[in-house]
């Protein structure tokens, strides 16, 4: 019987080891079936809590800052820096006050709330473009001098030496001509500046710089189909796993000659390089009423995989309007009107005080929260490298600044029905009951290895559809084929074919042959070294695999539950292998059979759901028909390139 005992050990282990690492990963996905059974209500809800308010800096001689509109900003080596700016320090707008632009460099440390003055600009300017690369902060463009006398063709890199407490500026090459109110985003060492006012009202070229040149130089790429000034920009991925240059909104001249709020936004696929073509993306209408937030002096930040936030900005139609007026009436009148319109309190200029979010794959906006200050546009708005949001300065209305800064935090608020934990605690007891209870019948290798030959023939037909059913089925291929196309879709139909196949033709070989698992033919046919090489590479690639299998379903469900990540991982590992080491094979194949009856009821009605919360089958069918490009063909040659390797 020893003997016996470890044949079956040596041909076999690597087939319950198989098991137990395939069953982690499913185990998780069904008791998150379930328990959306039991209460389809849980999620997991993303807002911004912001820090209370800090200032800029009292001035040399101990007056309270203004602020500063449009500074140049960004983060190296753990110190935030702000330089530059224009306000009206002296006398206000409203009072005939003038523009001064400022050299002052402000720093704060990383995870602190108070700045202090760390350098100095080689000379006044602001109203150019800042953006934080792993090299350090670069700077273009803007207007110069103390009132602003001219625009700017310089580019420079503002980096902080910590070690020495000071700051660096070193020149970067010139960009092709002055330019003021552009946006500018950056990917890696790549910069890319879009829009923005020269010699004329606006501009629609876009330039790229490539710090990692040995000698980088500016190049162009395609235009923007229409020239703006004050757009946002953002480097993002969209859909079809590409990774693109979002400008949108912004202000520009119309065939009237009067600067109106643009409502179109683009992006531009970067591995087009220099000769591909901008795509419309959707207006910034986060309501569904019709409201359209032009972006005009906003603030975008990329966030995660695929989110453009949006901060502050004009509203539509107090912009359009005062411009308007301002073309059209003369004399007394339009001194009254600016008058009146300079004096009048900052709600009256109704900035966007909700934090819009753009997400890049399904071209939807919507609303992330609201600010719990006042909105401002031109502020300094960075996504620092511990996670948080800095929104420093700005101004609150047309000549007024605010020295106020504030740290924004992400926070999810988990939404789980005490009922669904109920659930899934049911469900891994009845998972390791039913291994206790095969335990008992087990008397010997052959029934915990092969289950005696008792199991039925639709049973194990199940159980290899759960063996090979995993988090990549049910979360990675859908989550694919949804920024991409249907093509991955390939992957999850193997699985069904492969089934029957499996359990037609090369079961009942190896039951013919009397064999416990595929690798003792191996021996039968080769020779003992393939059968340790063939089982010890499959055990190592299963193992390996699980930690994606588990993984996966682990962090889902830590979105909607208060639980650790590790320790939800540690539970259901946990509870697999003891139910399978201890129920053998048999206990292995009825678990599957649960599972399988579970993730297959759980995909249709997960698919109920998703169609009848978008409208029924009409709404989906003409959206499909509005993204061709989503549902593309199942069969062609992409399929055979390396975006599958590594997948099996």
């Given amino acids: 019987m020893k003997h016996q005992l470890r044949f079956f050990e040596r041909v076999a282990a690597c087939r319950l080891v198989h098991s137990v690492v395939m069953k982690c990963g499913a185990r998780w996905l069904s008791a998150a079936v379930l328990s959306g059974w039991a209460v389809l209500s849980a999620e997991a809800r993303v807002s911004l809590a912001w820090s209370d ?9 101990g007056h309270a800052h203004p602020g500063v509109s449009r500074p140049f900003c960004g983060e190296h080596a753990g110190m935030v820096l702000l330089a530059g700016g224009a306000n009206f320090p002296d006398t206000p707008l409203a009072d005939g006050g003038q523009k001064r632009y400022h050299a002052t460099i402000y720093g704060l440390p990383l995870g602190q709330r108070t700045w202090r003055e760390v350098g100095a600009l080689p000379e006044p300017g602001g109203e150019g473009v800042s953006v934080a690369t792993p090299r350090g902060i670069v700077c273009v463009g803007g207007a110069a ?48 500046v879009a829009g923005g006012w020269r010699d004329r009202p606006a501009e629609s070229d876009v330039w790229m710089l490539d710090l990692a040149e040995a000698l980088p130089a500016w ?48 992006a531009y696929d970067l591995a087009q390089g220099t000769e591909g073509r901008w795509i419309p993306v959707a207006a910034a209408r986060p309501r569904g009423d019709g409201t359209v937030w032009p972006l005009i002096g906003a603030s975008a930040l990329a966030i995660g995989d695929q989110h453009i936030l949006v901060f502050g900005g004009s509203n539509r139609e107090v912009w359009n309007d005062q411009i308007r007026k301002n073309a059209t009436l003369s004399g007394g009148a339009l ?79 988990a939404s789980f029905h005490p009922l669904n934990s109920v659930v899934i605690l049911l ?29 039925p023939w639709w049973a194990v037909s199940l159980s290899l559809y759960a063996t090979m059913f995993s988090s990549i089925t049910f979360i990675s291929i859908p989550a694919l084929s949804y920024v991409t196309d249907l093509r991955y879709f390939v992957i999850a139909v193997g699985i069904l074919v492969l089934a029957p196949l499996t359990v037609r033709y090369y079961l009942p070989f190896f039951r013919r042959l009397n064999l416990t698992s595929a690798y003792e033919y191996l021996e039968v046919r080769f020779n003992l070294a393939c059968r340790l090489f063939a089982s010890g590479a499959f055990t190592l690639f299963m193992v390996t695999r699980t930690a994606i299998v588990t993984y996966l379903p682990a962090i889902a469900l830590a979105a909607v539950v208060d639980m650790d990540v590790n320790v939800a991982i540690i539970i259901v590992t946990g509870v697999t292998i003891i139910y399978c080491a201890v129920g053998g094979i048999e206990a292995v194949i009825w678990s599957d059979v649960v599972q399988s009856v579970v993730i297959i009821a759980g995909t249709v009605l997960i698919g109920w759901v998703l169609i009848a919360g978008t ?11 509005a993204r061709p490009a989503s549902f593309g063909c199942l069969i062609s040659r992409w399929i055979f390139k390396n975006r599958f390797s590594g997948w099996f």
């Fill in 615 to 625: 409208g029924g089958g009409g709404p989906v069918s003409s959206r499909s028909g």
């Fill in 145 to 192: 001098g103390p009132g602003g006398e001219r625009v700017s063709a310089k580019a420079f890199l503002m980096t902080w030496n910590a070690t020495e407490g000071r700051i660096g500026i070193a020149a970067l090459p010139d960009f092709p001509y002055p330019v003021k109110m552009a946006a500018a985003a950056a990917r890696g060492d790549c910069v890319y």
């Fill in 219 to 266: 190049r162009p790429l395609p235009a923007l189909p229409e020239p703006r000034e004050q757009p946002v920009a953002a480097i993002q991925n969209m859909a079809g796993r590409r990774t693109a240059l979002f400008v949108m909104g912004g202000m520009a001249a119309r065939e009237t000659g009067l600067q109106t709020a643009l409502e179109d936004g683009y």
């Fill in 53 to 61: 308010g800090f200032r800029l800096p009292l001035s040399a001689e």
């Fill in 335 to 413: 001194a009254a009107f600016r008058d009146a319109y300079f004096r009048q309190p900052a709600e009256a200029f109704r900035f966007n005080r909700q934090v819009l979010a753009y997400h890049t794959v399904t071209d939807r906006w919507s609303e992330l929260g609201e600010l719990p200050f006042a909105p401002r546009c031109g502020a300094a708005v960075l996504r620092l490298s511990d996670d948080t949001i800095l929104l420093a300065s700005g101004e609150t209305g047309p000549g007024v600044r605010t020295p106020d800064c504030a740290v924004g935090t992400f926070r999810r608020t």
């Fill in 427 to 455: 469900y891994f007891v009845g998972m390791a009951a039913l291994g206790f209870s095969f335990m008992r019948r087990n008397k010997s290798a052959d029934d915990y290895f092969r289950g005696g030959g008792r199991l």
